[in-house]
């Protein structure tokens, strides 16, 4: 789609306006932001665009558009699919060798798992090695009570900070500051580094790595902005 708009600009309900008229999500709901710093980046976001929209550099906006039009219908029905990684978190499995690597794993790791078992009351069970053990039903159901209690602008930032880390725990306790999002990544690949060192860097991987940490930086502005 090309540009037809001259002047972006916000409403007293946070709706973004081009030329005075809403912008409307993909499902026609109105693009209501529900904190002012949010909605001033999106509307950035906006007024960044060249001649084309091109959504891959309007992450905002996209995650807001997936809140409204996604989560807000049934904010349950995707707490839930979220809460699922609370049984099968990076954090439980550990590698079995080198002691190197097991070291590195425990250092970035169990602070998390601590934070976790305090914030939250819980057990968790851990294993060196790839084969599932499933965790206490207190703690799944607890952690699912964490995710539940959150409204759709939340959860939705939640999902690529869960899915790309691969720790629903960490995405918990970076939500409530309890670790930088600098922190969260390099605990998130800490694996990935590991292999990078033994064996050198591989382009590919390196590229597709930066995609994902761009997209890891885009939920946890937009979870910042609400504040």
Known sequence: MKRFWTE???????GIRL????VRTPGRAALALP????????????RAVGETIDPR??????LANAAIDRVAPDPAAFAAGLAAYAESDLLYYRAESPAELVAREEAAWDPLLAWARDRYDVHFE?????????QPTATVARLAEAVASRPP???????PLVT??????????L???AISADDLWSAAIVDEAWQAELWGEDPEAEKARAVRRRDFDSAVRFLGLLG
């Not at 002012?36 to 999106?42: D, R």
């Not at 602008?153 to 999902?159: D, E, K």
């Open 126 to 134: 851990t294993i060196s090695g790839v084969m599932h053990r499933p």
């Open 19 to 22: 030329d005075g008229r809403p």
């Open 8 to 14: 972006v600009a916000v409403d007293e309900d946070g």
């Open 57 to 62: 550099v309007m992450p905002l906006t996209g």
């Open 164 to 173: 790309i880390a691969g720790t629903l725990v960490g995405a918990l306790a």
């Open 35 to 46: 904190t002012p710093a949010l909605a001033a980046a999106v509307a950035a976001e906006w």
């Open 153 to 159: 602008f939340a959860l939705v930032a939640l999902q």
């Open 175 to 177: 939500a409530e500051r």
